[in-house]
């Protein structure tokens, strides 16, 4: 069934998963895809690194400690930058060239011939960790407050799934390749990038350019046409290109102006709110609109206990979940490669990748 919409900001109250055709569908599923897609180049050394990636590059532990610190520290750095950025340009373009920047250094993979050259490469693959922002962004501007809850939780367990598929799709791989195929390890390890991450993550960013929707407005510039802009407006919103006095216009004084040029230059026309949709609003949440970053906003978003409180509890949580991902195919491997026969670096992946399918569930 297609979307149920909410006429005053063109939200749905629904989430129509199965439904393809209905942009709303489209937008959930992307999102997630995206973020799952990320993880298959921001995720793929941690399973390589045990047996292949370690042995190949002559890393020591310590080594192998300092580029997982860098990589999620990329990640940190640059979805601080990503935000402002949604607000800007909108989630879709956002996510699509991400995706588009990761596969670049996602290639060239398996040029690092040294310690110095992994911690370059995962520091620019960690800016796929960033698509986490546009995932969320994208799916609440799409879904109303009754099911924006459920669509993020289901768009971020679902793509953060992609750290358990790496570790199970890459292990597979790589062991294919060697045992199958007769790679060396030097040689496979490499190829492994080359095979999936980068040209997924290219295919997924054609997939959210073509298919993506910006906002359920259209474009992500379209978003202030709106009938909930005027609202906003008259609740003292600063919204761009859009002037109070000129917003709540009678339909008669509105079709006055279509027909004057000149009176029309600086109106957005929009379409009117019916008496009976008013009653929608409940709060500000219903008329919310994304505004431009000033460094206003910025000191009070800072300073917001509903910010930073949420962000302690994302890093005591998530945080640990990076950490212990990154390295527990590694502990594994080292601890029961030599106890137990046939614990190899596949198997070490396989036990790790049920950290990161869990998200389906806890999410």
Known sequence: EPAIVNPVNLKSYTIPIFNLGDPYARAFHLSWLGFFVAFLSWFT??????DAIK????????????SNIIALCATFVVRVGVGPLVDQYGPRKVMAYLLILGAIPSGLAGTARTAEGLYVLRFFIGILGATFVPCQAWTSAFFDKNCVGTANA???GWGNMGGGATFTIMTSLFQ?????YGLSAHVAWRAAFAIVPAPILLFVAVLTFIFGQDHPAGKWSERHTLPVAALAVQQGHQIPNIQP??????????????????ANAAVTVRPAIADEDLALVKSTVDVAINEPLTLKTTVKIL????????ALAYLTTFGVELAIGSKFADVLFVLFSKRRPGFDQTTAGYYTSILGLLNLVTR
């Open 45 to 50: 050394f941690p399973p390589l690194i045990p």
């Open 176 to 180: 294919s390749l060697t045992q199958t």
């Open 55 to 66: 042995s190949d590059l002559h890393l020591s532990a310590a080594q192998v400690a300092n």
């Open 245 to 262: 006095e000129k917003s709540l216009k009678s339909s008669s004084e509105s079709s006055k102006d279509e027909k004057d040029p000149e």
């Open 154 to 156: 289901l768009v971020g």
């Open 303 to 310: 300073t917001n206990p509903l910010t930073w409180l949420p």
